[in-house]
């Protein structure tokens, strides 16, 4: 034991013997070299790992990037609240039900509140005088021209009187509306000035993949030229707002004065527009909707050219093809766009399209759903004549139809039924039932009308309802319990095991696919 401790030295012997002076005299007296220089340690450097910089891309896009600022002509008898209102431009979303999650995000991302800009108009007293302009939306927008065309959210300039775009370096310049889209929530301003723009183009994004980077540019809060990064989190995204719906999903950081803004791909080139974000209180929580710029590009074309977007229409109403519907009509897949009701006068009433025809295909190439029939539809220029495939009575049919140009204000109307209800016991009710119905004939002779539904029933879980009107069956008009057993039977017969009912109420026409009892 006390050889060990001998042979470990003191802290103060090591120490000592530690210095320069003594560490030459050791090397010395071995024989090397007299001449010691001193050596100092480097700061510690890592090696940056190779990771994607978008400082090259910012630098590139900003100077084509603005704020919009927007003044609407105020009334005298409006509140002060009113002119904070933020308007979607109409796109339907008051018809949602109060509880829907994207009501409550665009009530509170769109309501009454104050926004940026409008601090230069507190602390006024009374209400403002006739024709007086106000702050009314503050958002974000990009140049697609050097001459100065550039391209917002219609929601943005919607109502709007007079408009300012705000250079990322300060300049003012005012602007004008050259146009407006409600259905894609798109709008295009013209910069009258004596100078060129940088201006950004957009990109092809049929080859956006999720989880691509993107950067979004805006002026979120009203802090302009604010960049922000994230990947696609999802394409062809449907939030309720029109039939058009194919947003891209993006999770870069966007909130209020976005709106309008690009969000670019690494290139530098525009795959999206910012338009909406879903967030319970408002803000940023890493889901934003951003419009395809394979969409804006066609719009924004037609809006420069025409000051308006020319839009083909078929005129049917329709709805999904269900499993159990394709299976009740003997489609072998679940695809295509089922016609409840073809409209009077209709490019598709004219071409023969019947109510129970599934849309297939359009000029040879497949419909997937009820959206890509309307979306496919829609760039169709009016007037041109195209190939619908339909599926109709088991087979396959092909029509030609000329295209016509889509009402400003397309509204399908449905028939009133309020009149039929009916309560369970009235004369002439028969029962259906396997199918968990009782029906009674109609007073106007068309169909039957639904006296009582088993709620434990088949009819139950799919919202059929007393009072509601049966049409068809499998396409076939029935005015009877005995009609609606026939057709049954014939499906049992063909092996199939849903029938579809043609379903009218209040509210519209629908077709719901109910299982029938086999044996």
């Not at 993107?214 to 802090?223: K, R, S, T």
């Not at 063909?494 to 044996?519: N, T, W, Y």
């Amino acid at each position: 034991m006390s050889r060990i401790k001998t042979l470990r030295p003191s802290l103060k012997t090591v120490l000592q013997t530690s210095t320069v002076a003594g560490l030459t005299a050791v090397l010395l007296s071995s024989g090397l070299p007299s001449e010691i220089k001193q050596s100092f340690a480097e700061p510690v450097r890592v090696q940056a790992p190779a990771v994607p910089s978008f400082a090259n891309v910012v630098d590139s896009v900003s100077p084509a990037v603005v704020s919009v600022r927007v003044q609407s002509r105020a009334r005298a008898s409006d509140e002060d609240a009113s002119n904070f209102t933020f308007d979607f431009g109409g796109r339907g979303f008051e018809d949602l039900p109060d509880d829907h999650p994207l009501k409550r995000f665009f009530r509170e991302f769109g309501g009454p509140g104050p926004r940026d800009g409008d601090r230069a108009d507190r602390g006024r007293r009374g209400p403002p005088s006739e024709g007086r302009l106000r702050p009314r939306a503050q958002g974000s927008g990009f140049f697609i021209t050097e001459d100065g065309y550039l391209v917002t959210n219609n929601h943005v300039v919607s109502d709007g009187s007079a408009f300012t775009v705000i250079l990322n370096d300060g300049t003012e310049l005012d602007a004008k509306l050259v146009g407006k889209d409600s259905r894609t929530d798109l709008a295009v301003l013209k910069v009258d000035a004596n100078r060129k723009f940088t201006y950004v183009s957009f990109a092809d994004d049929n080859k956006v993949r999720v989880g691509d980077w993107v950067v979004a540019v805006g002026n979120p809060f009203g802090l302009g030229g604010t960049v922000t990064a994230g990947i696609i989190s999802a394409r062809g995204r449907d939030i309720g707002s029109g039939p058009y719906d194919d947003y891209l999903q993006v999770d870069a950081a966007v909130n209020r004065g976005n709106s309008g803004g690009p969000t670019f791909n690494l290139s530098g080139e525009v795959v999206g527009i910012n338009t909406a974000i879903f967030s319970p209180s408002g803000g940023n929580v890493g889901i934003a909707f951003a419009i395809p710029a394979s969409v804006a590009k066609d719009v924004v074309d037609d809006l420069i050219k025409d000051g308006k977007v020319s839009r083909g229409w078929l005129g049917v109403q329709i709805q999904p093809v269900t499993k159990d519907i394709a299976e009740s009509l003997g489609l072998s897949e679940a695809s295509g766009a089922l016609v409840v009701e073809p409209q009077a006068g209709s490019p598709g009433e004219k071409a023969g399209i019947k109510k129970g025809d599934i849309v297939t295909a359009l000029n040879g190439e497949p419909i997937k759903d009820p959206r890509d029939l309307a979306r496919r539809i829609a760039v169709q220029r009016p007037g041109a004549t195209v190939d619908v495939t339909l599926w109709r009575d088991g087979k396959s049919e092909s029509v030609k139809l000329e295209i016509g140009t889509l009402p400003d204000d397309t509204k399908d109307t449905a028939p009133d039924t309020s009149e039929d209800q009916t309560d369970p016991g009235q004369a002439g009710e028969e029962a259906l039932a396997d199918l968990g119905l009782t029906v009674i004939p109609s007073d106007d002779g068309k169909g039957v009308t639904i006296a009582s539904v088993d709620p434990d029933s088949d009819a139950g879980d799919r919202g059929l309802k007393q009072g509601e009107k049966i049409v068809t069956v499998n396409n076939q008009e029935v005015k009877s319990a005995d009609d609606i057993l026939k057709v049954i039977n014939n499906a049992k017969k063909d092996g199939r095991s849903k029938a579809l009912f043609q379903i009218e109420a209040a509210e519209g026409s629908r077709f719901v696919a109910l299982p029938i009892a086999q044996g």
